[in-house]
């Protein structure tokens, strides 16, 4: 069984399909009772069962514990457990209030560990997986974002993920991170569109010429999840096209 956050829309709802379809029993949590209903209908379209709730906040110790002993409950044990979910704002650091900045730590880190220590002692029973959703800013600074309080949490799950797999290597439970680059969503279409020389940072960033699809990180998520594997533990792995491995960018015409 797999628990995903944020499986409301994106990331979060491109891996709940494909673990389905893989043959997993999924388990997914989103504050958005709207968004939730449009999974559920993409995944009945496919014959496809998904176990989705409502969670307002996981970033709250009570909320996490409930969502991961219901599903437990439900199904019996836990194999995999993705922090896919986030809430971040973006502001330089001249408009980042304290307020601000707290809710980023919240929204982006507190709800990746708060589900995670829930999830430890089923985990630590028979082993199991932990992903990650880490970012290209926790690796890379970034022009154009004020993504100050964005870089340090994610900067801060990386480096959480390398603390959890050590920790966790004697109870056989594994533990990842994913850096996507820039993912083609409609809240970034919509930044794209609004912002002419943005776009074309986003789109010279990447070595491959295009914006990264949620699929690309799923496919990866699911790899992290399976015993393909098995032996890989500690790591970010790093989806955004080659855009980690270059310095400065191509402005396509």
């Known amino acids: 069984m797999v628990a995903i956050s944020g499986t409301g829309g994106g990331q979060g709802r491109a891996a709940a399909l ?23 209908d993409l995944a ?10 409502v969670v307002p906040d996981l970033a709250d110790p009570e909320a996490a514990r409930q969502w991961i002993e219901g599903a437990v409950s439900r199904n019996g044990r836990l ?15 001249e408009a980042l209030t304290p307020e601000l900045w707290t809710q980023t730590l919240r929204g982006e880190l507190d709800i990746v560990f708060m589900p995670t220590r829930a999830a430890w002692p089923h985990l630590a029973r028979r082993g199991g997986s932990i992903i990650n959703s880490a970012s290209l800013s926790g690796m890379r600074a970034l022009e154009y974002v004020g993504a100050a309080a964005h870089a340090a949490t994610k900067g801060g799950v990386i ?25 083609a969503t409609p809240a970034t279409k919509q930044a794209l569109d609004a912002d002419p020389v943005f776009k074309r940072h ?9 914006g990264g699809e ?18 890989i533990t500690g790591i970010n792995i790093a989806v955004d096209g080659g855009m980690s491995s270059k310095t400065g960018i191509t402005l396509h015409a």
């Open 44 to 53: 009945a379209r496919e014959g496809l069962e998904l176990q989705l709730s």
């Open 202 to 210: 986003v789109e010279g960033w990447p070595l491959l010429g295009r």
């Open 18 to 40: 494909l673990f389905a379809r893989a043959g997993a029993i999924v388990v997914g949590s989103d504050r958005k009772a709207d968004a939730i209903a449009v999974t559920k």
């Open 79 to 93: 194999d995999v457990l993705y922090n896919n979910a986030a809430s971040v704002t973006f502001a330089p650091v």
């Open 159 to 183: 480096a959480m993920t390398r603390q959890l797999a050590l920790e966790g290597a004697p109870f056989g439970i594994r533990c990842n991170s994913i850096s996507p680059g820039p993912i």
């Open 214 to 231: 949620a699929d690309d990180v799923a496919y990866t998520a699911l790899f992290l999840a399976s015993d393909e594997s098995a032996w």
